[in-house]
């Protein structure tokens, strides 16, 4: 069991070092990074299908007791990112094949992308706070030399702005966890939920502020209004299946980071987290999109839509916050159907992530195989692709459509369900805005279609596509953006049991109980001064817990 | 540099040197000492090396690929806590076995920590030498 839960990041962290061992063959570079990635998925679904079965699992690293080591936990959650982390990793490896070529291989890029996946499920399975700061800069430091690979003009300059924006929100990370570790005097997040929860109000005004850091941080990570400059203007810069890598898994980590510790950690004690996070949620859904209105190169179309998607991520999150503020003064009786409105606001987030991990990153992978046909992204020199590549075009439609909320795709139930945990909460507004942006997607979205895809090829621009000697391999990149394509249909008809399983871990965030439980011991939970640490030890506490608490 | 008292003392300090970076690396257990500082004295016995002669015949003395020496000691950190795993227990958790060997009363403990320790001496090397031979290659 210790093995399973540490070993989405032992394995990628392997497969890394051994590509640096092998640096003088692509070839051995190549099988070792599929090996790698093909084990990280198997791990990544056996760990889902454990935590679904047996509830939180958590891991001590070194053997160093919670909350005096490291420790690394899976719940529903977090085992969901590791197994979309994994799916994403076996979609990158194979789509290099095709796509990135021997001149970026050379220059450790299998090490990278390893190191990467390593340092995403190292976000997603830490149960520390100043661990997760570690994989952070793990994470910041492969992508840095993952967008700089290849070292043309335009990349130096987005990396320059990635980098010199990510430094700055690890410096507010680091600030606000020696903070939070000056009031309560430690890391383990399940410990600080615990001593935290019981502070003074005399604290209070710290934790707010070390909380609005904390928002600030992971803001800067999952580009939010308004800190998300720096996306739009470094992921349309890199190798395509670098875009694509980075579009579908990295700003997911700040949604997630964001995710764990409001509702951990914060909840309780900073009300006024879901009317400001409202807010922004609103201004990063607008602005994402209206931005997104006013590209005409692909890949900066879909950066631009990456921020208004985060929008409805960091929505999902507020209504829920919001709801379980409002059931402190609420009458006992409704309070059950306003914890069920939370758990659906945060289940919703849970697919909504799922859902844009897959459409995004497949609209950046067909995105790279336009590129590769036709030598480059601006939509104005673009066109006829229907007329060439039926079925491609027909893969970008569905993904496509699936970003932007057709019925039945995958992006249609995402946005329902939050829309519907909006309504309940009584949250107008917000869902006008949401669906507006909705509509302003599928204007962005059909551009695109009508731009590249349909319309005729400027006669100017004959001539001017990659011999096809330099489009080998695009066979690889077009298996990738089909198995895609089959991932997004089968979500869309599975949206049933898979918003249940999202749902369930929507209900672990909201309780709390079951992830502080697999952390902490009980010897330790009663050892704690004050008695703090009772309520949640006895099982039967459980519910007492979420009727008092919240 | 072309200097024939820095050839010299190079000749014998480089053996020197090496044999206190293990030393430093082993006693480091409990000890001050450890991989880090081990690989650091280690980079230096090379980086004499490479100034009082040429970075080249410091590579040829290095035999290995600095990369792969990196990638070789980030592995051993790695695999160290793997015997642990394999044992049913936690990650990187440190296992001790007593091995009798010829010409000692005692049996001499080993732990995967001393795997641990090796890995760090070699990613440190790697490291340090790469920086330092870039820099001096820029020079040269």
Redesign the interface.
Known sequence: M??LV?SPI?IP??T?????????SVALQRALSIAGALALFACSVLLFVRVLDVGVLA?????WRAPFGITMVADTLSALMVLLNGVVAVAIVFYSIGAIGPRREKH?YH?LVHCLLASVSGSFLSGDIFNIYVWFEVMLMSSFVLLTLGGERGQLEGALKYVTLNLLSSSLFLSAVGLLYGLVGSLNLADIAIKLGSAGDEARPVIAAIAVLFMASFGIKAAIFPFFFWLPASYHTPAPVISALFGGILTKVGVYAMMRVYTLIFAPVFPAAGEILLWIAAFTMVTGVLGAAAQYEIRRILSFHIVSQIGYMIMGLAIALLVLERMDGAPIEDRPAMLATAAMALGGVAFFILHNILAKTNLFFVAGVVHRLRGTGELKELGGLYKERPYLSLMFMVSAMALAGIPILTGFWGKLILVVAGVRAGEYWIVGVSLGVGVLTLFSMTKIWAEAFWKARPEEAEGTEPKPDDTRGTGWMNAVVAGFVVLIIGVSVLAGPIYRVTERAGHELIERAPYIRAVLDEEYLRSLPGGIGERWIEPRAETAAAGEGR | MNSLVLQTASRFLLPLLLLLSVVILLRGHNTPGGGFVGGLLAASAFALQAMAFDVESARRMLRVNLLAMVGLGLTLALVSGFFSLSAGGPLLKGLWFEVPVLGFDDPIKIGTPVLFDIGVYLTVLGVVLTMIFTLQEVVE
Not at chain 1, 59 to 63: E, H, N, R, S
């Open positions: 210790n093995a540490v032992a962290l392997l890394a070092f051994l590509c640096m061992m092998a640096w003088r891991a001590d690293i070194g053997g450790a090490t």
